[in-house]
């Protein structure tokens, strides 16, 4: 129910989340319980939130506590272990998640809001933080032990990054 609820909100707040239902599982004609389907983060996902599946596409893995903190400019200390690429994509450009990583972390504070704007809609995720923390999301963007759950993907032909809602089993702690 938490799962279900909380990408409800998410698509219901205009943000990218999948969509879910319920499903009862029979093995050989015996009810095994209730489960819930979730929609996948692939280019069918792609193409109905926004309208295109070229640009590049990271599921986030936890390897320990981070939240977004600039590591240096060698793209391998961000992908492919903390932010994996996730196929079928093209355009596939670490460079760009790096030098979005450097500039929320470097900007200085009287040009961060234009200078991170290049890569983030600061409305929308703005919004996405705010719904996190309306379901007491501890297991999110901000979460407790670092950050989790979460898609990252870069539009096509852009710098710009839209965060993708995951794994909300935890919400309403």
Not at 9 to 33: D, H, I, Q, T, W
Not at 59 to 81: C, M, S, T
Request: hydrophobic share 40%.
């Amino acid at each position: 129910l938490h799962e279900r609820l909380s990408m409800l909100l998410f698509r219901r707040m205009g943000l990218p989340a999948p969509r879910e239902s319920y499903a009862k599982l029979y093995v050989n004609s015996e009810y095994s319980g209730l489960y819930v389907v979730m929609e996948e983060i692939d280019n069918t996902f792609l193409d109905r939130v926004f309208g295109e599946h070229g640009g590049c596409l990271y599921g986030y893995n936890w390897i320990d506590e981070y939240r977004f903190e600039y590591l240096g400019d060698d793209p391998a200390l961000y992908a492919p272990a903390r932010f994996e690429p996730k196929k079928p994509v093209s355009g596939l450009d670490p460079d760009a998640l790096v030098e979005m990583i450097r500039t929320i972390n470097l900007s200085p504070d009287d040009a961060f809001g234009p200078q991170v704007s290049q890569y983030l809609n600061l409305d929308l995720f703005l919004k996405h933080l705010a719904v996190e923390n309306y379901l007491s999301e501890g297991d999110g963007i901000v979460g407790y032990a670092g950050m989790n759950n979460f898609y990252l993907y870069r539009l096509q032909g852009t710098k710009q990054f839209r965060l993708i809602a995951w794994d909300k089993d935890v919400t309403f702690g």
